[in-house]
């Protein structure tokens, strides 16, 4: 199921390496918080490849992963959505700065994920109504580097979190994954009678655990065991 949502092409990505790390994470979270796999993915050599994050930087912004974060990924474009080719650009701008680079690691040469803050954007961004007007700011009061090599990477993390933080505070996002999971598990189309009564009842759920480590197995749980997943008129629909 992720595949279908975040998905990539090894051919793209160009390294078998990436590839599994990617398959890797796609199991970690396989039952697990969503908000978490996407800020984990957004971060990924493989995806920061294959959406050109890595050719993002303040003097050239790129706007493939910003946009993809949003209208695949995340909030999708159903009739609840109503994010604007401003907040594109500005998560576009969040995101800026962050590498892909290789290094030796015992017999193998790794791609890994490294931030240059040379090409980070530390101006204010801002974002639209969909999004409560919110602004998402450099923090220069962070002092401390912490776990990161830098207190500069750390800030832009911090930015990173906040976008993600950010668009999953919209009720739009739990009702994209759920017609999403419901169109892949289910049955390939969503009538007025699934929204209201299957959709909305997940999408509550999805926000309900919203910060839960092991929120997409309530949502399995739900509807797995609804009585429209039995329904007879979506059994034997998925070739």
């Known amino acids: 199921f992720y595949q279908t949502v975040l998905s990539t092409e090894s051919s793209v990505i160009g390294d078998p390496n990436l590839a599994y790390f990617l398959q ?24 920061l490849i294959y959406l050109n994050g890595y050719l993002n930087t303040k003097a050239a912004p790129d706007e493939n992963y910003g946009r993809e974060l949003q209208e695949l990924f995340t909030v999708g474009k159903g009739p609840g959505s109503g994010y604007t080719e401003d907040d594109v650009k500005a998560a576009a701008r969040v995101l800026t700065g962050w590498k892909v680079q290789r290094r030796v ?65 919209t009720e739009e996002v739990s009702r994209f994954i759920c017609r999403r999971l419901w169109t892949f598990f289910a049955y390939y189309d969503i009538t007025p009678e699934i929204e209201q009564e299957v959709i909305e009842p997940l999408a509550e759920i999805f926000r309900q655990y919203n910060d839960d480590p092991d929120q997409l197995q309530y949502v399995l749980k739900a509807m797995f065991g609804s009585e429209y997943f039995f329904k007879q008129e979506h059994r034997g629909c998925m070739i």
């Open 105 to 169: 690691t015992g017999s193998n040469v790794l791609p890994y994920t490294y931030f240059s803050a040379a090409s980070h954007d530390t101006n204010p961004k801002e974002f639209s109504a969909f999004y409560g007007n919110r602004t998402i700011i450099y923090d220069t009061t962070i002092t401390d580097k912490g776990t990161f090599e830098s207190v500069e990477e750390r800030r832009a993390f911090m930015e990173m979190e906040q976008l993600i933080d950010m668009i999953f505070s």
């Open 24 to 47: 890797n994470l796609f199991r970690e979270f396989a039952f697990g918080n969503y908000k978490a796999l996407i800020k984990k993915i957004t971060l990924d050599p493989g995806m």
